[in-house]
């Protein structure tokens, strides 16, 4: 008999009918011993309206306000689901994050979880019932209603697992795993059996949205076993997301990762002196925008040129900034794009395997793609290329890197 903490997403409870399946699917593991806890996110879309409802009375609603708002869409699928179990002759019982006790920060819309109460949830286990409990929701010391942030029902699946000590968190979802890259792009992209949590932590990070970052780094610590499964299918075994054993053998590359959320800013013939770097990322970083990828670079001429990227959305507030930074510092322009793409490689095979940047970036060649910056870390490396050729970049790679051959055993 195991503890098992299933999380099921806004499209596995979107309808009447999947959340009767999603019913069927516990029922199932229940008949075979184990206990089970799911957890649920809203019905798909649901959080999306309420936020639009808030909105059209207040541009930027208010952050308690809204917590009550949105959990209430959690709120609706406990019920449901804990109607359609006892519809199946199962003892079931929902419990919101309050009456859990999921207790947070106060962060509203951004809350982060510091304990959690599972005296009643492991009675009600013990006594045979299915405890199914709202995602993405706690209460923070004072009692007020909080949120974790979107996606936030993963962490409340890993949170409860780890509180618990389940043996498995399972997270059900729309896609039947986590993919070498997405399928969309790469019609030969392939579901990964497992994935570390570095590597996983570095996809997600990168735009890969399978799972929430935070869920991640929570299992990580607290050493829950996550594996993402789809909700849609009766078979398979999902993507399991492990520990880095040593004598495993790892592909060098398990995934590309994309997305097309930074835009890029240059000033232009910077003198070049100490103190440049932080004359420029000082004012940005007092406006509060966060800097990804850097490169800068000194000319001949004594003067250099310095790049970074920021999120797409900020780029306007970013040139701003770096207009007045350019008077003061006495640089020559500053430039904006924002059609402009971040792909990566990520594997922790690269801690042990020589020249994977090289063979990147001759790939990226082989296609006439043009290199604009390039950061790496431990076990991955990341390339900003033009917008138009993101496809293209991800194709080439996943092929180069031997993830279109399913791994030889
Ligand atoms: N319902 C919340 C959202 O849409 C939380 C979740 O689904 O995980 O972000
Ligand atoms: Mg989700």
Do not use: W
């Amino acid at each position: 008999m195991a503890l098992i903490v299933q999380k099921y997403g806004g499209t596995s409870v979107g309808s009447i009918e999947r959340i009767r399946n999603v019913a069927e699917r516990v029922a199932k593991f229940k008949a075979l011993g184990h206990q089970v806890v799911a957890v649920v996110s809203a019905m798909s879309g649901e959080t999306n309206r309420l936020i639009d409802l808030a909105k059209q009375i207040q541009k930027e609603p208010d952050p308690r306000e809204l917590d009550v708002l949105l959990s209430t869409g959690e709120q609706v699928t406990i019920a449901l689901l804990a109607m359609a179990l006892k519809d199946l002759g199962l003892r079931a019982k929902s419990y919101t994050g309050g009456q859990v006790r999921i207790l947070t920060d106060d962060a509203h819309t951004k809350a982060r979880i510091l304990a959690i109460d599972e005296e009643n949830l492991r009675r009600d286990l013990d006594s045979g019932h299915v405890v199914v409990v709202a995602g993405f929701q706690g209460v923070d010391a004072a009692g007020n209603i909080t949120t974790l942030g979107r996606g936030g029902s993963d962490t409340t699946g890993v949170a409860l697992a780890a509180a618990l000590k389940a043996d498995e968190c399972q997270i059900y979802t729309d896609v039947d795993g986590v993919y070498t890259t997405d399928p969309r792009i790469v019609p030969e992209a392939r579901r990964l059996k497992t994935i570390t949590f570095e590597e996983m932590l570095e996809m997600a990070s990168l735009g890969s949205k399978v799972l929430q970052i935070r869920s991640v780094e929570f299992a990580g610590k607290y050493k829950v076993k996550l594996r993402v499964l789809s909700s849609f299918e009766d078979e398979g075994e999902g993507t399991l997301i492990t520990f880095e054993e040593e004598n495993m053998e790892q592909p060098v590359i398990s995934g590309i990762a994309f997305n097309r959320d930074e835009a890029k800013l240059t000033i232009v013939g910077v003198p070049d002196r100490p103190g440049i770097a932080a004359h420029i990322l000082g004012p940005i970083a007092e406006a509060n925008i966060d800097v990804d990828m850097i490169v800068q670079n000194v000319g001949v001429d004594g003067t250099t040129d310095f790049s970074f990227t920021v999120h797409r959305n900020e780029l306007k507030k970013a040139m701003d900034v770096l207009s007045m930074v350019k008077t003061a510092i006495g640089a020559r322009d500053v430039l904006g794009d924002d059609k402009i793409a971040k792909v990566s490689i990520v594997g922790v095979g690269m801690r042990t395997h020589a020249g994977i940047a090289s063979k990147m970036f001759k790939a990226l060649a082989d296609e006439n793609i043009n290199i604009q910056m390039i950061s790496t870390s431990e076990i991955k490396i990341s390339v900003v290329v033009d917008d138009k050729y993101m496809e293209l970049a991800v194709r080439a790679l996943h092929q180069a890197f031997g993830l279109d051959q399913p791994a030889s055993a």
